[in-house]
């Protein structure tokens, strides 16, 4: 199946308005494509060279569109949580009404271990306009 960007765009612009990010965070990525990132708590920052092109490499490989990502260090190492549109719009409202209970299907970049990266489902938290991962 191949979802348009534009499709895939306006599904990641509701989540991201569901999650109240910044509203800066979502005209950013609206007007410019520009994807932010939450760490320390749920500050925001823009991402260095070397996070945007694991964004790129994930979209490519994956056929999706990232729109947000945060960063943490943990016992595990240093993660990258890649929140995503996937190219399955049938799971897009499962998605959305999981975002509204605090979970996410994401990719995690494990930076320290590559062999510990996976997609799998987090949990986070909304805080001062960003997100923080909390599982």
Known sequence: MKITIEKKKEEALKRMKLLE???NVIKEFEKDNVVNLS???GFLYWLNDEQKQIVTEFEEEHDALVYHVIHDFTEFGELLTLLYV???DKEWEYDFEDLKDGYACAYVKNLSD???SELGSICFK???GGLVRTA
């Open 21 to 23: 990010l910044y509203p």
């Open 39 to 41: 760490e320390n708590g």
């Open 86 to 88: 996937s190219d399955y």
């Open 114 to 116: 590559d062999t510990c």
């Open 126 to 128: 909304k805080q001062f």
